[in-house]
């Protein structure tokens, strides 16, 4: 978005809000309204004075000290059933002291950040009362399940339900009725649905492919770095929505004896989200009052990984508390009314409501009430000091509730208002899903930290490891520490029918050099001399912890193929009583898994030891460059940088070489003899060659005189060109050039700036076209312009010629083509779009650093062997492959991750499980060959249920974004997103089918440690790549395409779900908890810290208290805050050092240097930090968190109809 385009920017807190005048919405036939409905703030409101009675003080996370239940289910249904009881205004039943879950009945991991459910249900009104507002009728002979559309609950409200969804693990509960109303968590989005049918579900439908829920830059150069792209047309019926159909229930809706609806009012924001079967409404079946709102599968009796609290800690709901009694302002919400008599028509909402849900006030005059319930309940009047209609907030909301915003007078059309007398009956309002209800990534966070001990131990064969988010110490004990392989699921099927039944990917995620925390050893170097690693004779696999020794130890037998291979003499050892070699503990490769060989010369290319690598630094002088200041920053660094680099023991043996380029090369001779540097021009580019041998590859200790002699020099030489443009082919092969003639390998540094349109190999034209955006050919821009760069590619690869590239662009340089080299050499992309020394100068230097530093291999082969059953078949990420099995990387170096998928050939063992060897030969930077290898061991099952009790979210997301994001050069995004999303509920669908116990097709149901897969997976398909916004350029998303590619786990898991962080207190030596991902869990009063791994945002609430402002900023008021400030000032109080501290650690952390950005509520800059939101609605039509969940309960049920 552009930052000069207009964007409806939300008005001021507590102002009528633009376009809200009457919160329901129009059909949404006629797309996807303006891109950001204006910012009401946090759903809940805050405002000084009391908070209410009620809502108790404990807004972080649940204790998570509830007992285990022993039956720990493996799934988390998300019964479309009953629902909590609302906040009430005055003290809670006193029998409700309960130990705390969120989910009611529900298993501890599900617990949502928020407070602690109400307890006591309150008694069923008779089935006859009249069928009034509010219930949301799903069409069909069903009884209606009336939603009470309260107030959201504060947090410790949350008994877990989906608007008709309730998340339990455990096993039924009676205690439950099977369809009570849920209770939003915000203002209801669709406010007052009422009821003329919402346009059928096909533009709103949270496309399978949604894209990001949050809104998008405002400016995009601020963003990933493309310069503002024309609009694109909002997000309609043409990108796909998984389905076109409308997103309603199938069964047309009865005719109804009810009223009729009044048609709604027209609505400019987004469209409200249809709770379609909203995980829940099954149009075909009645749920039954006793079924357990969310219960887990109760036949898989074994523990998932966070043991569930026990059911029996939930009383049954008290009896006694007549129906109007409720204490407190507000009417009891567990109350599910059956009315009966025909259903009204149910309005159909389209799915997107709920996102919307996000971003809405509450309806102009307040909440909707309960549903129907709400005539027969005597409502006492609101308390002083309660804002009629606004709950109290929840997570994240640190301060009082805040008051009606002006404008909304009272409830809104047939929506009672908590606390005033109930009107008369009204038309059903829209049946909405509660946020707080569904699987939260943060409980799961919370919930796994809690229950993972600090010392991971990799003995265990098929042990899961703790979550990437969660800090543990590894112990090598024969498998490959989580550090190097992620497995998407530790227990395989055991064939190939089963493996495609449940559609769970089988990959694994390697990274080979990933480095160690301090405490930890890294892998142990072992030379095993001139005959070098002992190998299997058959399938080559190297000595490891599953060869069996037999013979008395004199042959072994591979666990990869089962061949028998004699030991050679010099490796023989005798065996003890258990069959064991003596020295297993003296020797790494038998008893850990991740450790290196010193190769051979035969490992060696040409059977010759390797030189030492070189870098090669080429500096693009053209007037962008210049003008930039790039010239000038790059030359400066590289003066104090050349004596970091790389080296293992003592001095870095690598050499370094210099080049400048704009529409001709410019090479320099730094010999040591010289006092000063030479220069040669090499302006016949058509065919490059190096112009000097001696002196233009030098140690830097012997030349670094004469090195700095020269790029002093730069800069001035070039200060006053007037050359625009530029060369980019001839430019790499000049550095690929002088590696040859020194026959050694090595890493290009290149700087560049703008498209290469100079007459050269490898030029390029502007191919840049939006209207190609979302139409078949969309794919045609991701893919190369030419060839000419695969074919350089290539034989950059065979000379081990790593390239980096560092782009500054002021427009559109398509890196689409200019990445081809970098990705397949296994270099980085870097990019700086709109590239201000004063503002982007501490990223890049700090990207440079740690580019030149970190740990690298050059000329690298990575093989992965398995055991027979299956094979590794699909590879991704930054490499080149000129066969099926080997990777070829010219540089690997620490940051790179590699995703292999495996498919079956053969049948498995559940007695020997599956192993997987990765053997990855490279030069070291001090020129010696090496074999690096880990080891993994996982086990096999013949049960479904197996399966799915050991796989591991966040891996199998990486692989998906990666498949996904390579699918996107053949296929038309829309057919990648579809595909996604078919997948997912396939797997979930399986699961259901043959995992769960049986229950109501409108229950939702989950596996635990899948209860996740759909919120990331709607975070994938709102990204950037596969659903952009308006302002996101083509090569912002090749470049985030290429970038994803070589990601590994923890930097895919919060890119594609940020971290957020409030800041209101800090403590020394811990985080603050986490809250979700959603603009409604922003605190007006609060200051809150995103992270993303690629940026920072520090996010500041027009009503920010004072004294947080003076200790984070130096200033008390809000409007002199320097919202273009990019690091923090140094403030003497204890809260400024913790928060420099919590950045600091981030940065160090991520392989990307993130830049901070200060956005000020309000401020035009909150687009771009609201795009990160990754649970709401985002601007280019991705749904929201809870959209997309009915979406994929939608898709379920299909499947299993």
């Not at 799903?138 to 309730?166: C, E, F, K, N, R």
């Not at 309002?429 to 209800?437: H, I, S, T, V, Y």
């Not at 110490?473 to 992620?486: C, E, L, T, W, Y």
């Not at 002088?621 to 003066?639: D, F, P, R, T, W």
Request: aromatic share 8%; with cysteine.
């Amino acid at each position: 978005m552009n930052v000069n385009q207009h964007t409806p920017m939300a008005s001021p807190y507590s102002q009528p809000q633009p376009g809200y005048g009457q919160p329901t919405f129009a059909p949404l036939d006629s797309g996807y309204p303006p891109p950001y409905a204006p910012y009401n703030g946090p759903a809940s409101a805050y405002q000084p004075g009391v908070p209410p009675q009620g809502y108790s003080s404990f807004t972080s996370f649940p204790s998570k000290s509830a007992p285990a239940n022993p039956i720990s289910e493996l799934s988390s249904p998300l019964d479309l059933g009953h629902g909590r009881a609302p906040p009430t205004s005055g003290p809670p039943p006193v029998s409700a002291p309960q130990a705390y879950s969120q989910y009611g009945v529900h298993h501890q991991s599900d617990m949502q950040n928020g407070p602690p459910p109400m307890t006591q249900a309150s008694p069923r009104p008779v089935a006859s009362q009249s069928f009034n507002q509010g219930a949301v009728n799903l069409p069909g002979p069903l009884t209606s399940y009336p939603q009470h559309y309260g107030p959201p609950p504060t947090m410790q409200h949350v008994t877990s339900q989906m608007s008709s969804m309730q998340i339990n693990c455990g096993p039924p509960n009676s205690a439950v009725p099977g369809y009570a109303p849920p209770h939003s968590s915000q203002p209801p989005v669709s406010t007052s649905f009422s009821a003329s049918p919402a346009a059928s579900y096909t533009q709103a439908l949270p496309p399978a492919s949604s894209a990001p829920s949050q809104a998008p830059p405002a400016a995009s150069h601020q963003y990933y770095g493309g310069p503002p792209p024309p609009s694109q047309p909002p997000f309609n019926s043409s990108l796909p929505a998984t389905s076109q159909q409308p997103f309603t229930s199938p069964a047309p809706p009865p005719p109804s004896s009810q009223p009729s609806f009044p048609p709604p009012p027209s609505y400019s924001g987004p469209p409200p989200a249809q709770a379609p079967s909203p995980l829940m409404s099954q149009p075909q079946q009645s749920f039954i009052p006793s079924q357990p709102a969310f219960s887990s599968a109760p036949q898989d009796s074994f523990p998932p990984r966070a043991p569930p609290p026990t059911s029996s800690q939930y009383p049954p709901p008290p009896t006694s508390t007549p129906s109007g009694q409720y204490p407190g302002a507000f009417p009891p919400q567990q109350q599910p009314i059956f009315p009966s008599g025909p259903l009204p028509p149910r309005p159909q909402m389209p799915l997107a409501s709920m996102s919307q849900s996000n971003h809405l006030p509450p309806g102009p005059q307040g909440p909707p009430g309960p549903r129907g319930s709400l005539q027969q309940q005597q409502m006492p009047p609101p308390q002083p000091g309660m804002p009629v209609g606004y709950p109290p907030q929840q997570n994240g909301a640190f301060g009082q509730v805040r008051g009606p915003q002006p404008g909304y007078t009272g409830p809104c059309p047939g929506q009672p208002n908590y606390g005033a007398p109930a009107p008369g009956p009204a038309p059903p309002a829209q049946k909405r899903l509660d946020p707080d209800a569904i699987p939260s990534p943060i409980q799961v966070i919370e919930d796994d930290k809690a229950n993972s001990t600090e010392l991971f131990s990799t003995g265990v064969r098929g042990q899961a490891p703790p979550l990437v988010t969660t800090d543990f110490h590894v112990k090598d004990q024969g498998n490959a520490s989580p550090r190097f392989i992620r497995c998407t699921a530790y227990n395989m099927p055991c064939t190939a029918d089963m493996a495609k039944q449940s559609q769970v990917p089988l990959a694994a995620v390697i990274k080979p050099l990933a480095t160690l925390p301090p405490d930890e050893t890294p892998p142990y170097l072992v030379d095993h001399g001139e005959g070098g690693p002992i190998r299997c004779n058959r399938c080559k696999a190297y000595m490891c912890p599953y060869m069996q020794f037999i013979e008395g130890g004199r042959r072994f037998q591979c666990g990869f193929c089962s061949c028998v291979t004699e030991v050679p003499p010099h490796y023989f050892q005798h065996l003890d009583h258990t069959g064991k070699r003596i020295d297993f503990y003296d020797r790494p490769e038998l008893s850990l898994g991740s450790y290196e060989f010193l190769a051979t010369v035969d490992y060696c290319k040409n059977n010759k030891i390797p030189q030492p690598p070189a870098f090669i630094f080429l500096i693009d002088v053209s007037y962008n460059a210049i003008k930039s200041g790039m010239v000038g920053i790059v030359c400066q660094e590289l003066k104090t940088l050349l004596d970091h680099l790389p080296t293992e023991n003592s001095d870095s043996v690598v050499r370094v070489g210099f080049v400048t380029y704009n529409k001709v090369l410019h090479f320099y001779n730094v010999k040591s003899s010289l006092a000063q540097p030479q220069m040669l021009v090499v302006s016949d580019i058509s065919e490059m060659f190096v112009p000097l041998l001696d002196g233009f590859l030098v140690n830097i200790g012997e030349s670094r005189q004469v090195i700095e002699s020269l790029l002093d020099h730069i800069p001035e030489m070039f200060a006053d060109t007037r050359e625009t443009e530029t060369v980019f082919g001839p430019v790499i092969q000049a550095g690929l050039e002088a590696l040859k003639a020194a026959d050694c390998a090595g890493k290009l540094f290149v700087f560049h700036t703008s498209l290469p349109i100079a007459e050269a190999p490898g030029k390029l034209k502007n191919r840049e076209d939006k209207k190609l955006i979302g139409t078949d050919k969309e794919k045609s821009l991701f893919q190369p312009q030419v060839g000419f760069y695969n074919t350089l590619a290539k034989e950059c690869v065979a000379q081990g010629c790593c390239v980096d590239l560092f782009l500054f662009p002021n427009q559109f340089v398509d890196v689409a083509t200019l990445a081809v080299v970098p990705v397949s050499t296994g270099g980085s992309v870097y990019k700086y779009t709109y590239f201000q020394p004063q503002s982007d100068q501490e990223r890049f230097l700090n990207d440079l650093r740690r580019d030149v530093q970190k740990p690298i291999g050059f000329d690298a082969v990575m093989r992965v062997r398995t055991s027979t059953g299956i094979r590794a078949t699909d590879f991704f990420g930054s490499f080149f492959m000129s066969n099926t099995t080997d990777v070829e990387l010219a540089g690997l170096d620490s940051d790179k991750a590699v995703t292999v998928e495996f498919k079956h050939d053969d049948k498995l063992s559940e007695e020997t499980g599956a192993l997987v060897q990765c053997a990855v030969l490279y030069t070291s930077c001090s020129g010696q060959r090496r074999l690096r290898v880990h080891n993994m061991a996982v086990n096999c099952c013949s049960q479904l249920s197996d399966l799915y009790r050991n796989c591991e979210t966040d891996t199998i997301i990486n692989f998906l974004s990666k498949y996904a994001f390579r699918g996107i050069l053949n296929n038309p995004t829309k057919a990648v997103r579809d595909t996604l999303v078919n997948q997912c509920a396939q797997i979930l669908a399986c699961y259901r089918k043959n995992c769960a116990s049986p229950s109501s097709a409108g229950q939702l149901i989950l596996p635990e440690c899948m209860k996740l897969l759909p919120v990331y997976l709607n975070c994938v398909l709102k990204s950037d790549v596969l659903l952009p916004a308006a302002d996101v350029s083509l090569d912002d998303r090749a470049y985030l395409r290429q970038l994803i590619s070589c990601m590994d786990v923890s930097e895919t898991h919060v890119f594609f779900y940020p971290r957020l962080l409030p800041l209101m207190k800090l403590e020394s030596g811990s985080l603050p908890g986490a809250v979700r991902a959603s603009e409604e869990r922003l605190s007006k009063g609060g200051v809150y810290l995103l992270e993303t791994g690629l940026h920072l945002f520090l996010w500041v609430g027009a009503n920010a208290q004072q004294e947080l402002l003076l200790n984070i900023f130096g200033t008390s008021s809000f409007s002199q805050i320097d919202a273009t400030m990019t690091c923090l000032p140094v403030l003497d109080n204890p809260f400024s050092q913790r928060l420099r501290e919590m950045v600091d650690s981030f940065r160090v952390q991520r392989s990307r240097y993130m830049k901070l950005m200060v956005v000020k509520q309000e401020d035009r800059s909150e687009l771009i930090f609201r795009h990160f939101l990754m649970e709401d609605k985002s601007a280019s039509g991705g749904a929201s968190y809870v959209d997309f969940l009915c979406h994929m309960h939608k898709e379920i049920r299909q499947l299993l109809s």
